[in-house]
């Protein structure tokens, strides 16, 4: 059994790791950890996990969490993590982190983030499909959510060659802006309302960017995200624009099936749909549902993908990742489907 | 491994059995039936079941489900499930039936559904809290979805004998309604807005009645049923009434929680919650959340339960009864959180 | 033209106020209070009146106020209120005060809202539907939103004397809350969802014992206040339970038909709808829609009733009083229909 | 007073125009058709309307409703139109038809709908933003609602020569979608998600490529539409991409701002708005609000624009029309903010 913790457990991305973990035969979480609300129940936060967790907030120093844990995940905000991070790792504990601290190199995530980087590491990128030597690594970065739908949705097209760019418009369930109310969270400003933000300048673009650019050097990509009425899922709608050269001769439906399917093999958490995938098909799971169409200009392919921020864009990637960093199954623990409807 | 079939898997609750299967280490769903459905995938219909089940909707016997299966779960329609159920039992398969044809006498069923019954057996009321002869039972009624949320919200206080009457006020979310378009169900006419229907006359009455008048022969009844813009969720406002000769003469908090504790003291599906209960707390999962208030007046108490309606308002419940009709343990298979936020 | 202001205009009953004013042909706004948004065009926060309105806000005393308006709404917080309303009374203005400050007797409103009132007058409760005194008067105490719905939904029949007791069922959309985040109108908290709160206490009871109290002295009143996910609306479910004497010997769904059409003959927002009133249909209108059933035991009488709660139950009620008050047709600028769908 | 006619008076569009010709000072409906509900009010269908309206339903010539009315408002299905429009532009009455029958040239539409045209005749484009010569017409085809969200939000760009292509985003309220149930208005599979369909190939996208190719031959243009979990609204999100030759040499904010002032110094609908617009400033009202980013990259502006696709993407243009047509103010009866919050 991997004894689990949980650094930074009081949001939503803690719960979720609770909540998935309680249904995993071979790992358990023995550690949550949250300064301000030390020695409280976790079923006084997330009222959901009552009756099925007995454990309690704690506030101990990452030697503790190290010496009790054989996986961390470390859940707290960018800034933060990397005060954890080190001091777990030079225990020999496997840390997955979920902030953005070591996603992207030093003085990338420095110049993106606006902030001196405290304590640099290397870790692998945590998204299994990609990135193969996630399988034992000791130190993962969890990817953003955001990255997560939009890099998956194209990446075998892109590695293919077709693309000149991707806009990505992105719409994304509120949950993906914490457990803490806000304006935007303000019910009579969500409820039938769409919001776009940062129409140009979000930060996960530059993570989209790093693992496109892996795919095919010259790719350009263009992100906008938006906040619909939803609490969980990201459904990414991916404009491929095709390269000039190539308007008119692209491959027809059936090739470009061929080319994910061949593509995602071995990636048991990705259905490629027929039709157009939903949220509701993924909510509460880890799975990560791709269509498509081909524009009858010859000039443009809509890829379409769904999943849940908090599982697939979130805390079920980690427990994906640690379950290939320990060596157990890939699916161990989150081999089950969506809640619908 | 427990063989299960489900008869009539095309529904929501059909769809909700074979999600709730798939988290069951010890029962596994071989047979769906669908008349209109033959020889499709589920993963057609349930979407979010792609690539978890390969099974395919049959249109089979009852004589050949039965020989496939030890556990029947009959889905379909009332008036339906009395065509399966004799044919099963008589095989001797154990029998679930989610539909309202065996929840009732005979007589009553009758005049309730305004129908002629074509094949009336005994079978157990399933609401393993009330019914602890659930156990071991060949045939079971699981009962309505808003039956088990009034009944179990109030059950320790009538069996107490404090209640005149109970006026319960009961807010659903519109699954269950079912999964065919309706005016109900169009978003336009649902969205932002409450929903009340059958104001004094909905059927479910009845079973409500049935339960607490073996707790308290003289209590009255009152249910006025509603929908809410929710997909899953009963949220059950009991207005429980006092004797007038116990008017200001009620126990107080504690000494309620005491009785609440012992009435479901081997109930480990209901949660004594403190403050007001909510859905999202239950929401997939097959827990009941019960919370109450005593009227500063001392002539009425206010329960509140929240239950899923698909789960233990209908297949979780279900497969709770499973279990104890097999002997396993009451909550395998089930023993996991709801998916909140 | 009458000029009229309005004190407190950063919040919900505020923008409502503008909105409402800028369809009326006989009234207008010239002068809107906010201390903290002094200088500030009215749009940046209420941007829906983008380019409707180029007022600002600004921070007068009363008596600059009074000065410059025949009429002003008070839509400060309760507590708050009583700052305002002598002064501007002193000065000769005509007032409707939103809060909570004058809808009760002293001691009442002392006990009630457990604080000393510093500056009581006697002002008018301001339901023109039940107090036909609102014609003319200086002062009007505009109802909470809660009792509009409650006491309009069951006024007929508790003033013709059937009633024992009413147990009210309310569900309100979340701008009753407020313009200011909170965790119950955090959207992930919220949506599907229903939100019970004060399941015994909330204030508003108090206003709806004293309206019904006046038709029948010893009827008992029983409030519960519901949140569901919806931003605008009340629906009041009224479980009017009939006097012993008198069970099974109520009046037939065309005598209370009757008795509605009477009581409510001058009251133009009044309609009484056949079925079950529903929020879209009265959705940004001062109607209140008003359906009822008998039911079969012939003990009970379930009246629904529908308002939007930022006009019927706040806003518009307020013009429709002040229509009344400065002589001018009831109905003036409030004779629309709501936005369904 | 304007005499207004409304064919096919049944669905939401109808319904929206009597909900705005009930606030407008200058025009009556005085007929509204429907074969099905044939002597029914209609406040049976539109019970929001109920009290306000006491027509029925009729079921009259083209000559019958040219006699009775000055303009005529055709709202019924594309295909249906084509039966109604000449005769009543031969009778003298001026019409909008709110179909798709008239919107595009004759070859252009039947390739379009895929089917022949019985009775075509020029009509002028109701959009009186980009068509001045709407002011006087006899015959106006109001444009489809996704094209006038899409359309207004970059035609000053376009104009301006920047844009090499536009990929549109567009995610629209359900209301869009019509009044009948349907899979996709179910509220269980709408609630909580997005659904994109015709992901390249609505037909809506040969209107937009009409009014921005008028305005630059050589545009591309790309559109791919949603619908969210919302009634009303049309919230367009324009990826605008820069010609190669000026990337990185595109004018900066206030430039932007000055050209699209300019472009609508004379559209009084037109609220060019700081940061992003939302759905609920524009609710209920005639308003297209529209805010921008330029892309750090200086390849890419991001305008959104935000209307209710009832409102200014159908009824309320279509009224605006007839204002220009009848030579009474643009704004008249319209002049109303939207609903918020």
Redesign the interface.
């Known amino acids: 059994m991997i004894k689990v913790g949980i650094v930074g457990g009081s949001g ?1 991305t803690g ?1 979720e790791l609770l ?1 998935l973990l ?2 995993h035969p071979g790992a358990e979480a023995v550690c949550i950890t949250s300064r301000k609300l030390e020695g409280r129940p976790v079923g006084d936060v ?7 967790y007995s454990l309690k907030f704690e506030s101990p120093s990452p030697a503790e969490v190290a010496e009790r844990c054989d996986v961390v995940f470390t859940a707290v905000p960018h800034g933060t993590a990397m005060d954890w991070v080190p001091g777990l790792l030079d225990e020999g504990t496997k840390v997955v982190d979920l902030s953005a601290d070591y996603r992207l190199p030093l003085e990338v995530f420095e110049k993106t983030y606006g902030m001196k980087h405290r304590a640099f590491r290397e870790g692998v990128f945590g998204m299994p499909e990609l990135h193969p030597e996630v399988r034992g690594a000791e130190f993962v970065a969890n990817p953003g959510c955001y990255p997560t739908g939009a890099s998956l949705a194209v990446a075998p097209l892109v590695g293919a060659g077709f693309a000149e ?1 991707v ?1 990505f ?1 992105s ?1 994304s ?3 993906g802006a914490g ?5 935007t ?13 940062k ?3 979000h930060r996960h673009r530059v993570e989209i960017d790093q693992e496109l650019g892996r795919l095919s050097p010259e790719i ?1 990509v ?1 992100f ?1 995200p ?1 906040v ?6 990201i ?1 990414t ?1 991916a ?1 491929l ?1 095709v390269k000039e050269e190539l308007v008119g001769d692209i491959p027809d439906k059936s090739e470009i099936e061929r080319i994910y399917r061949d593509f995602y093999r071995d990636s ?1 958490f990705i ?1 490629l ?1 027929p039709g ?1 995938p ?8 880890n ?1 990560c ?1 791709i269509g ?6 010859g ?2 392919i ?1 890829v ?1 993908s ?1 999943i849940d921020n ?1 599982v697939k864009g979130a805390s079920g990637q980690a427990i994906q990742n640690m379950n290939l960093m320990t060596g157990i199954a890939e699916t161990e623990g989150l ?7």
């Open positions: 939503y719960g909540r309680s249904l997330h009222t959901h996990l009552r009756g099925i760019r806009v418009d719409k369930g509120i949950s457990i803490a109310p806000s304006e969270s303000h019910y009579p400003n969500m409820a039938e309302n769409v919001i776009a933000y129409l140009s300048t350009k263009s906008t938006h619909v009425p939803a609490v969980r899922g459904f709608t404009h624009l048991p259905r749909v157009v939903s949220l509701g098909a993924v909510r509460g799971s799975f549902d498509f169409e081909v524009d009858g200009y000039d443009r809509v379409v769904a908090l081999w089950f489907p969506g809640g619908a409807p």
